[in-house]
């Protein structure tokens, strides 16, 4: 199997829709679809059921899932060690969930005037991990959001945003021009997988053990809200579709848009990160 298969295979089960899938690895449908189907056969199953609303896993495709995440995750820290060893220049980014924030833009522009002979990589994870790899090694710094587990990790703050409740457009509660966490108390949120840093689920639990359908992707939990009229937080200003609502939450922490990385990192290029994101952010 080749590792360009497997990313292709990984990001269609992630988003369980082909389209989605092909828009996030910047190609075009057809081709991602013909490198599944290989991959399907040279597995010998199916990894997918298919339906015109998009795609499932298959038992064989969850196994698949696991096995794959590990190899590539491995990959990528075989990459960094040996990049290092090597004395290339470059610098690792991490970035969570939805790289459409301007500040992200602005930030992205203003490192590479002032680095233009580095090579910038990036890394873009999902929302079971919010250090994006710092604590693997396979990231430099870490664009993201807090709260976290903040263990043997420098943050720095670049931005705060409030944070409201994710609704269908068709729920009562998402006529209200504001509510509060226990207006939601009877209904099912969704969840994070198990193991995944306990402040951030809590975080975005309210604070309070839920139950609910779990997710991974920005796009699984406006799904999960849509299929399951569960309830889902997500900061303002997020672009949703006409299906979907966000009412303010009067009684939420706001969010903080922060920059991460491993305490004692001395690398030069991961400071200059530092201080052009926060002066990136503060315009």
Same mark, same amino acid.
């Given at each position: ?48 059921? !298919?339906? %015109? ?6 038992? /064989? #495709?969850?196994?698949?899932? +696991?096995?794959?995440? =590990?190899? $590539? ?71 993201? !959001?807090? %709260? ?6 420098? /943050? #720095?703050?670049?931005?705060? +945003?409030?944070?409201? =409740?994710? $609704? ?91 920059? =991460? ?23």
């Amino acid at each position: 199997m080749e590792l360009r298969t497997l990313r292709y295979f990984v990001a269609v089960a992630e988003e369980l829709h082909f389209g989605r899938a092909a828009t996030r690895l910047h190609m075009s449908q057809p081709p991602l679809s013909r490198a599944i189907k290989q991959l399907e056969a040279e597995v010998g199953a199916l990894l997918f059921a !298919r339906s %015109p609303a998009g795609v499932d896993l298959t038992p /064989v #495709g969850t196994v698949l899932l +696991d096995e794959a995440r =590990a190899l $590539l995750g491995h990959a990528d820290r075989v990459r960094v060690r040996v990049s290092a060893a090597a004395g290339v220049a470059a610098i690792t980014v991490g970035i969570l969930g939805d790289g459409t924030d301007p500040g992200v833009t602005a930030l992205a522009a203003a490192y590479r005037r002032r680095h233009p002979g580095i090579d910038i990589r990036i890394r873009d994870t999902d929302l079971t991990d919010p250090t994006c790899g710092l604590r693997a090694g396979l990231v430099d710094v870490a664009l993201t !959001r807090a %709260p976290f587990d903040e263990t043997a990790l420098t /943050v #720095g703050a670049l931005r705060t +945003d409030p944070v409201g =409740a994710v $609704l269908r457009a068709d729920d009562p509660l998402a006529h209200r021009d504001r509510l509060r966490l226990a207006d939601l108390n009877d209904r099912r949120w969704f969840q994070f997988p198990q193991g995944t840093d306990a402040v951030w689920q809590s975080y975005w639990n309210g604070g309070t053990v839920r139950e609910g359908p779990v997710v991974r992707t920005v796009q699984e939990c406006g799904q999960a809200v849509l299929w399951n009229g569960t309830v889902g937080l997500a900061p303002l200003g997020h672009d949703l579709s006409a299906e979907l609502a966000v009412v303010p939450l009067i009684d939420m922490t706001p969010s903080r848009v922060v920059v =991460a990385w491993n305490k004692g990192d001395a690398n030069p290029l991961i400071r200059s990160f530092t201080e052009t994101a926060t002066a990136a952010y503060r315009r």
